[in-house]
């Protein structure tokens, strides 16, 4: 048996934008800044799926800005905050992805920013008291903190940070890599400046995302050479992945429902399981607690076969990580683990699931743990 188990890395595109995207390669290939018919075409397309995107958020189309994913729409973000708004100070997280931590790190060390970083609770919770003081110390801030955590799932109270920056004059940015499609978004009441989007994550296609920019916040062009999405990002636009972007979401916010509570139930059921099978296991973050639906971060118990868990698990055709996508082939650990001071001795698993799993491959998977941390029971 195969199980895909790696849902944060990415999702498996559904076939219906599949359909969606192969319509739009195969009949309307114009250049959608080109003033003819054939161009004029796809630019209508562009812009339905740009409305479409708005309406579930709601927000105004012109706030949507299609991008290569939420790498470059955290980038962005970060960068011409510093850039076009007088950003002096950042105040993040020592467990924020590393499109966001890297690219803040690259600035303070030019001297361009100074970097502050947020206290992180025992669970992986932002230490919103903390945030407080941080924002009451420095003026022209940026506030860059993840919504949901890709490694351990903890969810962040978005609306409190978002009041807290209004009230403190500070810019939030959030990346939502992680949430959009799995959770509902109202722009016109959360307090955020910039959100960035992947449609990878909510099985769209791979290349593709956007950002959001608060009509009040606005920057320039991060990538400069062309007129494309209003003067904001140079480069033909991504036309299939937009269309495939726009269909993926729409799937996503109409089973929403369906979905987390099907996913939910997985989630449980896999923790629960766990707890039974495995004598000494833990969870690293706020797993039963205010964290992502899709994401269970496992902490086993020292064992012989250590970090071989997941190489175990691959060669019994089991995908699963041991932290963050982005962090594959390298030989440095989870610097989300690190910062929650997790027993290094103690091998953590990252299992997170999506719609297409089901109950049947959970079994399989407990199955494959119990033979290869020897815990079958013998007759």
């Known amino acids: ?63 949507i800005f299609f991008t290569s994913g939420g790498t470059e729409a955290d980038n962005m ?146 990538i400069t050479g062309g007129a494309q999405e209003r003067n904001m990002r140079g480069g033909t636009e991504n036309v299939y992945g937009i269309v495939g972007l726009a269909k993926a979401m729409e799937i996503a916010y109409a089973h929403l429902e369906e979905k987390t509570t099907h996913i939910s139930d997985l989630k449980s059921y896999m923790t629960q399981r766990l707890k039974e099978l495995v004598p000494g296991i833990s969870f690293n973050g706020d797993a039963e607690g205010n964290s992502l639906y899709t994401v269970l971060n496992v902490n086993f118990p ?9 190489f175990k698990l691959d060669i019994a055709g089991i995908s699963a990580s041991g932290g963050s996508a982005c962090s594959s082939g390298s030989n440095v650990g989870s610097h989300v683990l690190a910062a929650l001071k997790v027993d290094p001795n103690r091998p953590s698993v990252r299992f997170s699931f999506g719609k297409q799993n089901t109950r049947q491959e959970l079994d399989y998977v407990l199955e494959q743990l119990e033979k290869m941390l020897g815990l079958t029971q013998t007759a």
Do not use: W
């Not at 054939?38 to 189309?61: D, F, S």
């Open 1 to 63: 048996m195969k199980v895909y188990l790696d849902n944060a890395a990415t999702t498996p595109l559904d076939l219906e934008v599949a359909k969606e995207m192969y319509k739009v390669m195969c009949e309307d290939f114009g250049n959608p800044s080109s003033t003819h018919a054939h161009g004029r075409v796809v630019r209508t397309i562009i812009e339905e799926a740009r409305k479409k995107v708005a309406q579930m958020l709601n927000c105004a189309p012109g706030e």
């Open 302 to 310: 020292p064992t012989p076969i250590g970090e071989m868990i997941l």
């Open 77 to 222: 973000a970060i960068r011409k905050s510093v850039a076009d708004k007088g950003v002096k100070n950042i105040i993040t997280s020592a467990i924020e992805h590393h499109a966001v931590s890297h690219t803040i790190e690259e600035l303070a060390h030019q001297g361009k920013i100074k970097m502050h970083l947020v206290d992180i609770l025992p669970n992986g919770h932002i230490n919103l008291a903390h945030l407080e003081e941080l924002l009451a110390e420095n003026q022209q801030a940026l506030v860059s903190l993840m919504h949901a955590n890709n490694e351990i799932g903890n969810l962040l109270d978005i609306e409190t940070v978002g009041n807290l920056c209004k009230q403190y004059n500070a810019l939030f940015h959030c990346d939502t890599v992680q949430t959009i499609g799995h959770y509902p978004f109202d722009l016109q009441k959360l307090k955020v400046d910039f959100l960035a989007c992947a449609a990878h994550k909510f099985n769209g296609p791979k290349g593709v995302g956007f950002i959001y920019i608060h009509h009040a916040s606005q920057i320039h062009p991060f």
